[in-house]
């Protein structure tokens, strides 16, 4: 497969957002909780902090070990694209696509968030 500048900018966009969706976005919490643990400590003011952290041992803890790593996650979802872009087109580019326009809206709110807290 070859790709051009574009469609590599396109598929690394939409890489970004499918990844950051998968370990942080609230909405695929549900995704993530079945590998993860949560636990309630108090600090030393006395409040309540909720930690999380992957499962201790088995599928369940290497799967909550592979999400708890933005950088593993992010090496897996580029693979899984790069495939579903190869083999199943014509369903992968409207995916891809919108997952890119996603990931270049995030980017530009980033960069403003940045500017306007400064």
Known sequence: MHLTLLQFIILSFAS???THLLVFDKI?????APFFEEFMEKDENGKEELYIMPKQSGVRGWIGELLSCYWCTGIWMAIFLFLFAKYVPYIADPVILILAVAGVGAFIESIIQKLVNE
């Open 16 to 18: 970004f957002r499918l």
């Open 28 to 32: 695929t919490s549900f995704i993530r």
